[in-house]
């Protein structure tokens, strides 16, 4: 604040500024006047001021308080108001009638009306520090939006009673004073008497520089600077503690906005790899505050940019360059980040990388696949950082390092588990090839040399290498060694995969495998078959191994060992299977050999006890009693009915037999036919028979025939006393024909109506109705090799039905 307190420069009210300081004379429906900050000049003010008010002496507090804001919003500076005496409402139509557009500088931002709470108590409760925060974080972020300074105004009856005490009250408003002085802030404190104590009241006036009471603004002659030595260094080192907070504050706000913004990232998984990883560059740039970032991947002496960002010459995707003039080496041999912020001034200057890249400052840190290097993440600058790289910018990088190597390994977990799957489902490769395959795929995953199938008998301590991938030269297939001197005895009792890292350390230091074949590392897998001798599945390396098997690696190796498992099984089953179908086929050929020539030869015999009987019959039939002659009889009727069996049991055989020449054939005329041969039968039992359009199928003619007149006489023999009606009928199902004989018959017993389709099943006495128990399982026969299938459905006294289906070879 200058050293005079005046009217604004007069061209708006015409008046001239007064000269001295003091009180100015004040109109007091004219607040407009009052000029409360003095000049621009804040380098030399403390404009902070009281305003004492009495609601009974006239002063129009709100129309006072209204015009303090108006002119900061003038003077471009950013207007706070803590309403508490007043309403919101009463303020904003104060403001209004002040001739402020309060939509717009509330919608701007200029203005804010706040509550007490929202200004003082933003934590729960009055803190004078956290006050101090708060105005200067304000300030600084209000001339960062182009305000010129920062102005507020408070009711502060806010602070009366329990909300704050008056000696923080107090502390409060003295510690205001250094911290405006000399800065953009314009504060007006509004007093109202009547609420206040005197003491406070008092209080007040020793902490305000200005003073406002209703006749005017004036110096303050009752205001204390503070003046100790001992207050200064109090409050700068609270100013100082404030400000590290908000530095403090600031960096962790920024830490974690980047934090969400690289989870974000991550999390966003419509992005490719590639993707994500050049957002990761463009994200550290940011973060670090460099031009340069890249993704780089080693190859034995060589690295190679897979992703880069920034006009770096030597810098972008797909360039190449020796690992030694590069940092990466220094990255790939360091266990931890690198940084480095100034590369002259720490000496690494006269370095092949330096003459090469010329980064002055650099951070970046190695991405390990399975324990191994695969390559780095960096980030750089041709020009040097001002600030050392601070634990949260390497705990990001290292954060976006981790994130690709998960990924990276995720997509090699991913990219083996597909070609175990493609090798596992190739139809082309045989067995043993296919195990040649996994012996490869396993070797490259797993970093290992050796890969094997050997059978083992715990019992007599024995292990026969059964196959390899040639790779050891003493590990050989049918190679027999002792099975305790072999790793494969610590896979030999366990299902779960093993792994041996440290042979002397797991107790294999005595033995053939470790000592004399000079395997360093193993995983193996016991594999349990039925009925086979038991196997071990493994791989093995003659380079130790620096650390031991993932899980994933073990889970892999156990896939792997499931399917040889599941593949060895199989096999054994189809082997088993044929054999069982070979012997099948021979003895069913030898069955069918068997019943062709028993009825082809059995006809000749019974042809002759028929036909001498008869000769009896006729020769010596007037010698025989009538007792011989009924013998006779028996003897002819049994012989007849070995001949009805002999003769379907030969076309069973036959249909057995048949080879199958398939042609189209029209059921119809089939049908007809079989009617035809059964006229007889037809005509002595009276039979209806109807017959629906039936379809085209391929087949064999001749069975088929008998396949309808087999069901079409036994509907008939079968129908009973009353009328016998048979219809065929035929339907058209997706692929199928089905053919329907329905009689009004006797009927089946449900639990009958399978069985009737064995050989020699019948469910009558000859004498009740004649027959061979054949002509069923014939029907089965000839619709097996159709390719179709028989059944019945039936009820007893109501009549049966019997369908057929048969592929459809036409559409109609
Ligand atoms: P069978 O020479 O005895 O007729 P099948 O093999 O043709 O020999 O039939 C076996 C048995 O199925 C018959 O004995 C009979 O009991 C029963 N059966 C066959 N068709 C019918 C039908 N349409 N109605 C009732 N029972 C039948």
Redo the contacts with the bound molecule.
């Keep these: 604040m200058s050293d005079h307190v005046g009217r604004e420069n007069g061209a708006k009210t015409g008046r001239s500024p007064p000269t001295n300081p003091g009180t100015t004379d004040l109109d007091h429906d004219d607040y407009d006047d009052l000029e409360f900050a003095c000049g621009h000049d804040h380098a030399r003010s403390t404009d902070h001021y009281a305003f004492i008010y009495d609601n009974d002496d006239g002063v129009d507090q709100l129309a006072l308080a209204a015009s303090f804001v108006r002119q900061g919003l003038e003077r471009g500076e950013r207007c706070l108001y803590v309403a508490d005496d007043n309403s919101r409402g009463d303020v904003l139509t104060a403001m209004r009638s002040n001739g402020i557009d309060v939509d717009d500088a509330l919608e701007s931002g200029s203005l804010s009306l706040l509550t007490p709470a929202e200004m003082y108590s933003q934590d729960g409760e009055f803190d004078p520090e956290a006050m101090l925060e708060f105005w200067e974080e304000t300030l600084a972020e209000s001339k960062a939006d182009g305000f010129t300074g920062l102005r507020a105004t408070a009711e502060m009856t806010w602070a009366v009673g329990e909300r704050a005490s008056d000696e923080a009250l107090v502390e409060y408003e003295a510690l205001l004073n250094p911290l405006y002085r000399n800065e953009e802030y314009t504060v007006l404190c509004q007093y109202n008497r009547d609420e206040f104590s005197d003491a406070v009241v008092e209080d007040v006036l020793e902490t305000h520089p200005y003073i406002t009471l209703e006749d005017g603004v004036s110096e303050n002659v009752y205001y204390e600077p503070p003046d100790t030595d001992e207050d200064e260094t109090a409050v700068d080192q609270m100013l100082e503690t404030a400000a590290e907070r908000t530095e403090t504050k600031s960096e962790l706000r920024s830490h974690k906005r980047y934090l969400r913004e690289l989870y974000e990232a991550t999390a966003n998984d419509t992005k490719s790899f590639a993707e994500t990883v050049e957002q990761f560059l463009e994200l550290g740039c940011k973060r670090f505050g460099v031009e340069i970032g890249f993704f780089a991947r080693i190859h034995d002496d060589e690295f190679e940019i897979l992703h880069a960002r920034g006009s770096h010459e030597h810098i972008q995707q797909g360039s190449r360059d020796a690992l030694e003039r590069s940092y990466c080496q220094v990255v790939i041999d360091s266990p931890d980040p690198i940084c480095t912020i100034d590369v002259p001034a720490e000496g690494w200057n006269d370095d092949l990388a330096y003459e090469t890249y010329g980064l002055d400052c650099y951070i970046g840190t190695q991405i390990d696949v399975r324990g191994t290097p695969y390559g780095t993440l960096c980030f750089a600058s041709t020009s040097p950082r001002e600030h050392s790289f601070g634990e949260d910018e390497v705990t990001f990088l290292e954060l976006m390092g981790e994130w690709i190597t998960t990924e990276l390994e995720r997509e090699d977990r991913e990219r083996a588990q597909r070609t175990l799957y493609e090798i596992a489902a190739d139809t082309e490769q045989t067995f043993d090839e296919k195990v040649q395959s996994m012996f490869e795929l396993g070797c490259d995953r797993f970093d290992m040399e050796f890969a094997g199938i050997a059978t083992i008998d715990r019992n007599s301590d024995r292990l026969e290498v059964e196959v390899t991938n040639g790779g050891h030269e003493r590990i050989v297939s049918g190679a027999q060694l002792p099975l305790s001197e072999t790793y494969c005895r610590k896979t030999a009792s366990v299902e779960e995969t093993c792994a041996v890292v440290d042979p002397v350390e797991h107790g294999f230091a005595d033995t053939l495998t470790y000592d004399r074949f000079d395997m360093q590392a193993y995983l193996g897998t016991h594999l349990d078959l039925e009925g086979e001798p038991d196997r071990t599945f493994w791989f093995a390396s003659s380079e130790p191994r620096t650390s031991d098997f993932t899980e994933s690696e073990r889970t892999f190796h156990h896939l792997m060992g499931q399917w040889v498992t599941d593949e060895l099984e199989r096999q054994q089953y189809e082997r088993n299977l044929e054999r069982t179908v070979e012997q099948l086929k021979r003895s069913n050929d030898r069955l069918k050999q068997f019943a062709y020539a028993a009825s082809h030869d059995l006809r000749e015999p019974l042809r002759m006890i028929s036909s001498y009987l008869q000769l009896l019959e006729n020769r010596y039939g007037d010698e025989l009693d009538e007792d011989a002659h009924e013998f006779i009889g028996f003897a002819v009727d049994g012989a007849d009915r070995m001949r009805a069996m002999v003769d379907?049991l030969l076309a069973f055989s036959r249909v057995e037999q048949a080879e199958g020449s398939f042609e189209t054939v029209d059921c119809n005329a089939v049908v007809e036919r079989a009617l035809n041969d059964l006229r007889v039968q037809i005509h002595d039992r009276e039979a209806r028979i109807t017959v629906d359009p039936l379809p085209l199928v391929e087949g064999d003619r001749e069975q088929l025939e008998q396949l309808f007149q087999?069901?079409v006489?036994?509907?008939i023999?079968?129908?009973g006393d009353g009328e016998s009606r048979v219809d065929i009928t035929a339907t058209q199902r997706s692929g199928w024909w089905e053919i329907a004989?329905s009689?009004n018959?006797?009927?089946?017993e449900s639990e009958?109506t399978d069985r009737?389709?064995e050989v020699f099943?019948?469910?009558?006495q000859n004498d009740e109705?004649?027959?061979?128990?054949?002509?069923?399982?014939?029907?089965q026969k000839i619709v097996d090799n159709h390719g179709g299938d028989i059944w019945?459905e039936?009820a007893p006294g109501v009549?049966?039905t019997?369908f057929v289906t048969l592929p459809s070879n036409t559409t109609e």
């Excluded at 099943?761 to 009558?764: A, E, M, S």
């Excluded at 109705?769 to 029907?779: F, H, R, V």
């Design positions: 379907d087999n069901l006489s036994n509907a023999k079968y129908s004989i009689d018959g006797i009927g089946i009958q009737i389709f099943r019948r469910l009558h109705y004649p027959g061979t128990g054949i002509g069923l399982s014939l029907c019945v039936s009549g049966s019997f």
